[in-house]
């Protein structure tokens, strides 16, 4: 066939036509429409600037491309190689100018607010038939008469009637705006230069629309990788069933890609050979609808799954080989079931439930990408070297759980720690991308420097930073700290049955939230908090700590917690009752009991971390 590229002027009203007729498409490799309506930051292109810009040089100066295919019944089909959001853009004014030009409905709007009338929603009715007129609709409307027919039963009619000419006027002032020089028509006479690419592949057009963008910086590296794998498929899924869970998500994927385009879109069809960024997009999309913490591809910057594959790999260039991709698959699975396993062993959901209702389980969701990607390749790392899996969660479990608790700490101190955790770094690029591939080396490394001594003086400076003693006041009783429900949890998991699970928990004071004290310390302290059956705490209320042991389950779950509820006799040394309510009388001796129960929690937490 032969090539040629042929350059066009189109007046708006055809390229509407064709959209309207369906005789343009939107190809795989085409990115996602992205410009907002109105500028939202500065010098960033918008639909509103670019249709300011087309009615004051009434030509789109800048060529939109496309490839061009004559069917056999001599029609036409075009495929967008370049424009998209101009084309959107154009579509969009032209079916609802007044969603981009709003401001040309304020005096109208005025008129109508104007109105002395009771029935407000049949005014809200109207100035919404105004707002979602077309182009087409408000430039040839002779009169607003017929848009007020639906309320001519009611009072408001006649009302309407006495402002129809002020209304008409307006109205006749909204379409002098929307003309040309306020003579003529926008779609009728604003010229859209096109390039045709008559007979190219789609290969080829792929191609194009990488040159076109790749040297002016509007593509991201994904939406370059669209255009550089889009015909890199010789590589086949050996397993059936994971492969039409893959097809699946890659179809959820192109759908997404085509909500809010006014352009016929790409369908993934299952018949279709799956190109290399198809596989990565929809294994992505598979596994974050298997895991958690698995976030969907963007199209911004680079997913984690390229990262993922490109660090395996070395590249994407030639390396998409069916045995390539199959162990990609696998390894990336296993180290996925890994990571959650060790995300439940922190947390297991069934206790953390009960206890936190679900906010520390959410706060591992929220790793970063490039956190992820290390975590990932360290799992893969372990796993080729033949590690058990008990010792990889240990090493992740140490990892995860460090990086969570610097987050805690007040930027003085964090310094001091941020230097072992590994997954937490400030530059970007060619160091993070050696990182993850050194990591697949060496996986140990990503709790290595995390000794046991390290931890304790962390768990020290947290809970020097969260002792904020005060002089008695009424105050609301703060949030829980992350590290705080880490340690209280595994002390949970560790000393209390788990025939008590289905029972419902509160975090409450040991010392009475409602006590008054003199001078200064902090009835919040970590060490005055318990993990507390809920029907124990409201039997005692702000009572003796000897009311839980006579509660339902008390005696039983008191035996649990021994080393952390204070015996009776410690307990009157530092409270006492005047009037039913409780004084703290010993400050020092309350002080002296936090401090124990604190470093309770903390071996008990190191413990089951190290030992």
């Known amino acids: 066939m032969n090539k040629s590229i042929k350059n066009e002027q189109w007046y708006v009203k055809q390229l509407i036509s064709k959209i309207n007729n369906q005789e343009i498409c939107k190809p795989k490799f085409q990115r996602k429409r992205k410009w907002d309506i109105k500028c939202k930051k500065e010098n960033t292109p918008n639909e509103y600037s670019y249709i300011k810009f087309l009615y004051e040089s009434e030509n789109s100066v800048h060529a939109i491309t496309f490839g061009q295919d004559t069917t056999n019944s001599g029609v036409c089909r075009y495929s967008n190689i370049d424009g998209n959001n101009r084309i959107n853009a154009i579509k969009h004014f032209m079916d609802k100018p007044f969603e981009i030009f709003d401001e040309y409905l304020v005096t109208l709007f005025q008129l109508l607010d104007d109105i002395d009338t009771e029935d407000k929603e049949d005014i809200v009715l109207i100035k919404n038939i105004f707002q979602n007129l077309s182009y087409n609709e408000i430039i040839h409307m002779k009169t607003s008469a017929k848009y007020f027919k639906q309320i001519n039963k009611t009072k408001l009619h006649s009302k309407i009637l006495i402002k129809q000419n002020e209304i008409d006027e307006e109205i006749e002032i909204i379409q002098e705006k929307l003309k040309l020089n306020g003579e003529d028509n926008f779609d009728n006479n604003v010229k859209i ?107 911004d910057s680079v997913s984690l799954f390229f990262k993922l594959y490109k660090a395996i790999n070395g590249s994407f260039k030639d390396t998409f080989t069916s045995k390539n991709v199959n162990h990609f698959m696998k390894t990336t699975l296993v180290s996925c079931d890994i990571m959650t396993e060790t995300i439940s062993n922190i947390f297991t959901d069934k206790i953390n439930k009960k206890l936190f209702n679900n906010a520390c389980q959410e706060k591992l969701k929220l790793l970063k990408k490039n956190n992820l990607c290390v975590l990932l390749c360290s799992i893969i790392g372990f796993v ?26 007040s930027l003085k101190h964090k310094e001091e720690f941020r230097k072992y955790d590994f997954i937490s770094y400030k530059v970007g690029g060619n160091f993070v991308e050696n990182l993850i591939k050194n990591t ?158 604190e470093n309770c929690y903390k071996n008990n937490f190191l413990h089951c971390l190290f030992d």
């Open 193 to 299: 230069n096109v390039n045709l690419f008559d007979g190219y592949t789609i290969d080829e057009l792929s191609k194009t629309f990488e040159d076109i963008n790749k040297y002016d910086s509007q593509l991201t590296e994904v939406e370059l990788l669209s255009c550089q794998l889009f015909s890199d498929n010789e590589f086949e899924i050996y397993d059936n069933v994971l492969k039409a869970e893959l097809e699946n998500a890659i179809k959820n994927y192109y759908e997404m890609k085509a909500e809010g385009e006014v352009l016929i879109c790409h369908e993934y069809n299952f018949k279709d050979d799956m190109n290399s960024h198809d596989f990565i997009i929809g294994f992505q999309k598979m596994c974050y609808d298997r895991y958690v913490f698995i976030r969907e591809s963007d199209s």
């Open 384 to 409: 080729n070297n033949s590690i058990k899996k008990d010792e990889i969660i240990k090493h992740l479990e140490k990892c995860l759980i460090f990086h969570f608790m610097i987050r805690d700490l």
């Open 440 to 597: 697949l080396v060496n996986p140990s490394n990503i709790s290595n420097l995390i000794t046991k001594e390290i931890f304790d003086n962390l768990l020290n400076a947290l809970f020097f930073e969260t002792n904020n003693p005060y002089e008695y006041k009424s105050k609301k009783r703060r949030a829980l700290k992350f590290f705080e429900k880490t340690i209280m949890f595994y002390y949970y998991k560790e000393k209390v049955s788990t025939n008590m699970l289905e029972k419902e928990f509160s975090i409450e004071h040991i010392i009475p939230n409602s006590c008054v004290w003199n001078d200064e310390l902090d009835k919040d302290r970590t060490g005055n908090l318990i993990p507390i059956l809920t029907n124990m705490n409201c039997s005692r209320q702000n009572s003796h700590i000897k009311k839980y042991k006579k509660s339902i389950d008390g005696n039983e779950f008191c035996a649990f917690i021994k080393d952390i509820i204070p015996t009776d006799d410690t307990y009157d040394s530092i409270v006492s009752y005047k009037d039913r309510c409780p004084n703290i009388i010993n400050n020092e001796l309350y002080n002296n009991l936090c401090t124990k129960n």
